[in-house]
């Protein structure tokens, strides 16, 4: 970065939040409500559809997509992970006329206190708590891990104040204190009106990064391109030499012929481009599109604090409504400015994300020479990228089973990782000093995490860097402050507010900003190991891990918002029999599929989502059926905003579907 841009990009983060925050203590200063808990926790409930609609799209759409959906795009997945973003659409007309009405109209603070009005407080508490440890622990840690991400590869080598910046710890810390800072002082308020900014110029900055990496595309060398191709593609290098940028795309990415071709595997294995994948794949096969993928978003657009935590500040029900389904509109264009570029990363620096991934495997493999009682899996990119290597972590893991390898000559990648897995497999079955072997880090072939970040180093130019990289900071702290905010919020009002009903005011404020600074601790203490290969990319384990709430919560607010004498212990019940259901499946999925029970090798976590929700479906069908409650529950009515619905947020909700469907088409 010139001088220039830091200098601009210092001014627009510490303008912008300086402007929200501004703006936040200036509304809510004239009413005792907004300026108390309503204002901290719910912006006064006075936020209007333009609030509401950014608000939400930043929130989201934060390094853990520009960093993690990005990286699964240049991984294998491709273009099929855009549907966490266009089946999101369809998922928020559905928050926006069925989930939103009911929450607005019991005027409630957070997600689990309907539970008390509908199941009773036992429940509220399970899901207060559960919610808690997974917002905490999961998508909090990773936000601030995805944006130190970003810090680390883009400044690599910067020092200040003798802090190196290309730590992932040291970044951990400068994001997690600006965000405590910010929603300490401005509360939800100050959140929203600065995701009005963020929002926007997150989508410039992406489009900006996509223009850039396809003109990086037209100009590049084919007989470098061509090494990325997939490996159904029949694209030669005359091929790439003749075509302009889009059409270098698809041949490189999209499969054999243009045809919808994928292939189950790792980076490489088959086409990129299209929606669809083998009912073999490990995260998202075809099937998930039935039932699976569409209980997590759900979830998240309708039943996530840190989501609906917006809509339940709206100024009214009509306002939140067309709020959601301007976000919804938006969610449409998400794919082309985050997993385009993702991609498009892999074709144009597949060697700098195998350098970020050296660097990463440098401490592990290190432990493996040191002979480690411990057993380390491999990738096949990790094989083929470093045959010697792969040959190192073979060698030792058939040690510590027990077992002989002999690596045949002219071994390919593929013989390398199975013999690998052999010997993983033998030690699976053995213990060292009464104990089971346990099982190192991942070694990997490219650090697919590192590909926005990497883009933004290399496509960057003086002028315009500041603007991009000021839009995802200050998107990063915002996302931060309010996840922050709704932690505390649950905290404060369905535990503190729970046992000391009387609290004043300024005490329940006092309170959110206790927990705020105790979160924001934990938070940053987990975030620097969430780098590790173990959990398959920040994508993945951010979803992976809310699947022990999601599907429960789900079907608990589903049977509370259509079935009045569902008896009141179902609420706890459901959400604790997924928790333990989820955790089986996870733990046994491999088991289950090497038995010839499952269609794969293992089951994807989103199937496992499908699996828990129809469970606990089932569960709450058979109590509704066999002990229903003599008289329908009757839930508050409040007379704080105005409950009318909106009629053009349904017809341009209706267009935003029509819309995903022609998309899906066209990607299939």
């Not at 004239?30 to 939400?56: D, M, P």
């Not at 020479?369 to 057993?375: F, H, L, P, Q």
Request: net charge neutral; aromatic share 10%; hydrophobic share 50%.
């Amino acid at each position: 970065m010139s001088t220039l841009d830091i200098v601009l990009f210092l001014v627009a983060v510490v303008g912008v939040i300086a402007f929200g925050i501004w703006q936040g203590r200036k509304e809510s200063s004239g009413a005792a409500e907004s300026g108390g808990a309503a204002g901290y926790f719910l912006a006064g409930r006075g936020l209007t559809w333009w609030l509401v609609g950014f608000s939400l799209i930043a929130a989201n759409i934060s390094t853990e997509q520009f960093v993690g959906m990005s990286g699964q795009a240049a991984d294998w997945l491709g273009m099929a992970v855009s549907s966490w973003e266009w089946l999101s659409t369809i998922a928020l007309i559905l928050v926006a006329f069925l989930f939103l009405p009911k929450l607005l109209r019991c005027g409630i603070y957070t997600i689990p206190e309907f539970l008390q009005y509908r199941y009773g407080t036992f429940s509220r508490l399970v899901m207060a708590v559960a919610t808690l440890v997974i917002l905490v622990g999961v998508p909090t840690a990773s936000v601030i891990y995805s944006g130190a991400k970003v810090i680390s590869v883009f400044f690599q080598g910067r020092m200040i104040m003798n802090a190196d910046l290309g730590s992932i710890e040291v970044g951990c810390w400068i994001i997690g204190i600006s965000a405590a800072i910010y929603v300490l002082v401005g509360g939800l308020k100050a959140c929203a009106w600065t995701d009005l900014i963020w929002g926007a110029g997150l989508i410039a900055g992406g489009a900006v990064v996509m223009w850039l990496a396809f003109g990086a595309l037209e100009s590049a060398d084919p007989n470098e391109l061509i090494k990325t191709k997939v490996a159904n593609s029949t694209a030669t290098v005359e091929d790439l030499q003749n075509a302009g940028a889009w059409e270098r795309f698809k041949l490189l990415n999209d499969g054999k012929d243009g045809e919808a071709i994928v292939a189950a595997g790792e980076n490489l294995s088959g086409g990129k481009l299209h929606m669809i994948r083998p009912i073999q794949d490990p995260e998202l096969p075809w099937t998930v599109l039935l039932l699976g993928i569409w209980v997590p978003i759900c979830f998240y657009w309708g039943l996530n604090q840190y989501i609906v935590q917006r809509t339940l500040g709206s100024k009214s029900l009509a306002e939140g409504q067309k709020g959601i389904v301007f976000a919804a509109i938006l969610k449409l264009v998400i794919p082309f400015l985050v997993v385009i570029p993702g991609i498009l990363c892999f074709n144009l620096y597949h060697k700098d994300l195998r350098a970020e991934a050296v660097k990463k495997n440098t401490s592990t493999m290190a432990e493996v020479t040191a002979s480690t009682g411990k057993v380390y899996p491999i990738t096949e990119n990790f094989a083929l990228n470093t045959p010697d290597q792969a040959a190192t972590v073979i060698a030792h893991n058939a040690k510590v089973a027990g077992i002989e390898a002999v690596i045949p000559e002219g071994a390919t990648a593929k013989d390398l990782v199975a013999l690998n897995q052999t010997a993983l497999t033998a030690a699976a079955g053995k213990q060292i000093d009464g104990k089971p072997i346990p099982t190192g880090t991942k070694l990997v072939g490219y650090d697919y995490d590192a590909a926005f970040p990497t883009l933004m180093r290399n496509l960057m130019r003086p002028g315009i860097t500041w603007f991009v990289l000021a839009a995802i900071f200050g998107a990063v702290v915002s996302s931060l402050a309010s996840m922050l905010n709704s932690a505390a919020t649950i905290a404060t009002m369905d535990l503190v507010h729970m046992a000391k009903k009387d609290m004043s005011e300024r005490a329940t404020v006092l309170s959110g900003q206790g927990f705020t600074l105790l979160f924001v601790l934990i938070s940053c203490v987990i975030a620097p190991g969430l780098g590790d290969p173990a959990y398959g990319g920040i994508f993945k384990f951010i979803q992976e891990f809310q699947g022990f709430i999601s599907p429960g919560v789900l079907a608990v607010f589903l049977f509370g918002f259509l079935s009045p004498r569902t008896p009141r212990y179902f609420g706890w019940v459901g959400i604790l029999t997924n928790i333990a259901l989820y955790g089986l499946l996870k733990k046994f999925g491999p088991s289950i599929g090497a038995a010839g029970m499952w269609w794969a090798p293992d089951i994807s976590y989103v199937d496992r989502m499908g699996l828990c929700f129809l469970t606990v479906v089932l569960i709450g069908a058979v109590v509704t059926l066999v002990n229903p409650l003599k008289e329908p529950v009757k839930l508050p009515v409040t007379d704080l905003i105005n409950l009318e619905s909106s009629k053009s947020a349904k017809v341009w909700g209706a267009l935003a579907i029509v819309a995903t469907i022609v998309l899906y088409v066209i990607f299939w």
